[in-house]
């Protein structure tokens, strides 16, 4: 039976108490088995989270700053980003002289939020409206899958909800066709008093279930203050 306030592994504990006690500069995580975790009695998903319930941390990223810590956390889904990657070259390439991708990802940060991103830069051979564009990418595997047409029939299959503007893009174009457009994932729609809380997570092949809905979980919990404010 699992304990009713499971406490995080001693590694954790010790890391955070040397950084806050400046000793160390960043903590540098690797991908744990959930599995594992869980069987040990932890309601965590991973690292990162036990990592910002120790600081207090009320925002979860993959990777987490604060004023006191940084965490880097190393990934094993290499393969995921650059299949992303690959697929917005290929619906690029039919449409520009030239596509290019950075060979390192980035640190995109927004507000307390904050996420890497692998930038993919490409001159089009005739003008394109931004949300055209966004129409040849949508939808990005983050939300669509890859493959794209085996994995958006599964979806269709198996996920028993309308996802509506859920996964969509999101953004804005001005009268000369630029503009930004952006996925909608953690979201809310509001109608009157009512809310519709949004949230997924990346399901590849050896996902645990119960570990991913956890990891959901906390996505929602940290829309809530927005609400009750």
Not at 63 to 73: D, F, K, Q, S
Not at 84 to 112: D, F, G, H
Request: net charge negative; with cysteine.
């Amino acid at each position: 039976m699992r304990p009713e306030s499971p406490k995080p592994s001693a590694s954790p504990v010790r890391a955070v108490a040397l950084a806050l006690n400046k000793e160390v500069d960043a903590i540098c995580t690797a991908p744990v088995n959930k599995a594992a975790l869980h069987a040990g009695g932890h309601r965590y998903p991973g690292h990162t989270e036990i990592l910002a319930h120790l600081t207090g941390t009320p925002e979860v990223s993959m990777m987490l700053c604060t004023p006191v810590l940084r965490v880097i956390h190393c990934t094993t889904h290499v393969g995921l980003i650059d299949a992303i990657a690959r697929r917005i070259e290929r619906a690029l390439a039919p449409r520009s002289v030239w596509v290019e991708t950075e060979p390192e990802p980035a640190l995109v940060k927004v507000a307390n939020i904050q996420h890497l991103a692998t930038p993919v830069h490409a001159q089009l051979s005739e003008p394109l409206s931004a949300i055209e564009l966004a129409g040849l990418l949508h939808p990005t595997p983050a939300v669509g899958g890859e493959p794209r047409d085996v994995a958006l029939r599964a979806i269709a299959e198996l996920e028993l909800m309308d996802r509506g503007w859920y996964a969509g893009p999101v953004g804005w174009m001005d009268a000369a066709e630029d503009g930004e457009f952006c996925v909608a994932l953690r979201s809310a729609l509001l109608r009157d008093r009512i809310a519709h809380l949004y949230a997924g997570a990346g399901i590849v092949g050896d996902s645990d279930p119960e570990a991913e809905l956890a990891e959901t979980e906390l996505k929602l919990e940290a829309m809530l203050p927005l609400l009750a404010g």
